[in-house]
């Protein structure tokens, strides 16, 4: 390489792929070489510049920090997201699959809560106390969507992780967390319990971004053509993850 080119390569740096979100670029007043990343109040991204840079250099700045914007926009996202009320006919989803919540009396002694064909049914004794409904449910769903998460994210790890011969720790769902999923240094794998209402191989793009952390602690080219090399659809995934989060929202 060139010096010439080297330097083009500063100021007009390559994007390795297509940023899973948009953005808007707001000029900065002052001469500044530092950019920064900022959110409006609906948690779109804003990168505050200088009126020179280039905006493939914007483009690859928010490529570096992607992971950090996600999280951050997330949670700002998730403010304005619709509560749930647990009413009949309520859409829950599992594996990107929407199922109405139905309350149907049996014999039961305690409330419970089962996935049939076509519904979520919602078991409970005779004489149960409205009053108690939403909290029973919440609670309910939460355990249900634990359990049936960890079945299917350990097997789809298990899957993964044995394709590219990556050693792994630990599996644990986390309950309450505003990102998809963490791999540490050790091994130890974190997903977020919410990726069960995601479709199956949306669910599966979050476990192999993760699983291909255990081979590339960073998001530089190697860890890319990871993901690449087990899903091929990962940008549509990240997509889908981006623009249907209300979906997987479940307070
Ligand atoms: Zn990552």
């Not at 570096?64 to 006919?89: C, M, T, Y």
């Not at 963490?182 to 699983?211: K, T």
């Amino acid at each position: 390489m060139t010096i010439i080119d080297t330097l083009k390569n500063i100021l007009n740096p390559e994007v390795p792929g297509e940023l899973p979100f948009s953005y808007r670029r707001v000029a900065s007043k002052r001469r500044r070489r530092t950019m920064c990343i900022s959110f409006d109040p609906s948690g779109n991204v804003l990168v505050v510049a200088a009126p020179y840079t280039s905006e493939r250099a914007i483009q690859r700045f928010l490529w570096e920090k992607q992971e950090w914007i996600l999280i951050h926009s997330n949670k700002i996202k998730k403010v304005i997201v619709a509560p749930r009320l647990f009413v009949d006919g309520e859409l829950f989803y599992y594996l990107g699959h929407p199922y109405p919540l139905k309350t149907m009396e049996t014999s039961t002694l305690v409330p419970q809560l089962v996935l049939s064909e076509t519904h979520f049914v919602f078991q409970v004794p005779p004489l149960f106390p409205k009053a108690k409904r939403v909290r029973t449910l919440k609670k309910l769903f939460e355990k249900w969507y634990l359990k049936k998460g960890e079945e299917v994210v350990q097997n789809r790890v298990a899957y993964f992780a044995e394709k590219i011969g990556a050693p792994y720790k630990s599996i644990r769902l986390k309950e309450v967390s505003s990102i998809w999923g963490s791999c540490s240094q050790a091994g130890n794998l974190n997903f977020n319990w919410r990726l069960i209402m995601a479709p199956q191989d949306v669910l599966d793009y979050v476990v192999v971004h993760e699983v291909s952390h255990l081979l590339h602690h960073h998001h530089g080219k190697s860890f890319w053509a990871c993901v690449l090399s087990l899903d091929l659809e990962y940008r549509t995934h990240i997509r889908w993850l981006k623009n249907n989060k209300h979906l997987l929202s479940y307070e």
